[in-house]
């Protein structure tokens, strides 16, 4: 019992990571039907933005502590959403009326940019930092061991719940939410009303990428060890869960990303830990041949 309430624990610090970047997935997708490929780097660029911060902020002996992390989370958030503007302006906006195919061999060409960029510029060695926030409470024990929630999983799934509530209030209360909910209903016919369309996708790629940020911060206070290579394997692994929990919907992305959080823990801990990946995958093709849209999808309407 007290080991299956720490995987409990664990999977669901994981999920909150996973459903950040997947709503970023989602987000794009729901309003220019495109995947995003590059998503899963602007995460890794997020991290290693924050990684950066922290040794500048440490070397300045300026900050420490929460006052650290919160500049950290800040700065990594300016600069992966300027990154988000200027991949949508400079590689998305002048293929959006082209074939198909044309924005997803961009966007995958930027994926590798930023991988090589990172590993030229950062070096190939994975980068190990001290942990920020030791320690935790303890929530049970069962014998020698202890079931603890650590603080750098409460931050997580604080930091994650705020930012999805802020999101939410966002997407259903303002000017910017109704324009993007129009947009993803009908773009042209919103353009037709005034909406600046252009802006709009804009705004949602720069909304995606400070979300990627927060998760790659979020993901170095937690495992204390990044690399170049990590913004791939998390990009797919977010990208399976916002098709599980069905492409185009933020609650679904969110639920995906628990999901498949879940999924490695529990697999890891009573399974082979090899094998992890290959369960999570498994579980999206079944929910796929059952429920195609996903578990919280909805149907396209087709237009004619």
């Given at each position: 019992m007290a080991y299956a309430l720490q995987q409990l624990i664990n999977g669901i610090s994981l999920g909150m990571i996973y459903g950040l970047?997947?709503?970023?997935?989602t987000m794009v997708y729901g309003i220019i039907g495109m995947i995003n490929f590059a998503h899963g780097d602007v995460f890794m660029v997020g991290a290693f933005v924050a990684l950066i911060s922290l040794l500048l902020l440490q070397a300045?002996?300026?900050l420490d502590g929460p006052a650290a992390i919160l500049v950290m989370l800040l700065v990594s958030m300016a600069i992966t959403a300027l990154y988000g503007w200027t991949a949508e302006r400079v590689a998305y906006r002048p293929l959006r009326g082209s074939f198909?195919?044309?924005?997803?061999?961009?966007?995958?060409?930027?994926?590798?940019?930023?991988?090589?960029f990172v590993q030229v510029s950062q070096g190939a060695r994975p980068k190990p930092t001290e942990t920020l926030l030791p320690g935790g409470w303890e929530v049970m024990r069962d014998g020698a061991f202890v079931v603890q929630f650590s603080y750098s999983q409460m931050l997580i799934i604080g930091i994650t719940l705020?930012?999805?509530?802020?999101?939410?209030?966002?997407?259903?209360?303002?000017?910017?939410?109704?324009a993007m909910r129009a947009c993803e209903q009908d773009r042209k016919m919103a353009a037709l009303l005034g909406i600046d369309t252009d802006r709009t996708i804009s705004l949602t790629f720069v909304i995606g990428a400070a979300l990627a940020a927060v998760a790659g911060t979020m993901y170095l206070l937690r495992y204390g060890v990044i690399d170049f290579y990590i913004g791939f394997l998390a990009g797919v692994k977010a990208f399976t869960a916002a098709v599980l929990g069905g492409i185009g919907s933020l609650p679904g992305a969110v639920l995906g990303g628990l999901l498949i959080g879940l999924i490695e823990t529990f697999w890891s801990a009573y399974f082979s830990v090899q094998y992890k990946d290959v369960a999570a995958f498994s579980v999206l093709v079944l929910t796929l041949i059952f429920l195609p849209t996903g578990l919280l999808g909805r149907q396209e309407v087709e237009k004619v």
């Open positions: 970047i997947a709503v970023g997935y300045g002996g300026v198909r195919l044309a924005p997803l061999i961009t966007a995958i060409g930027l994926s590798i940019v930023l991988q090589n705020a930012v999805l509530a802020v999101f939410t209030v966002l997407v259903t209360r303002t000017p910017l939410g109704r």
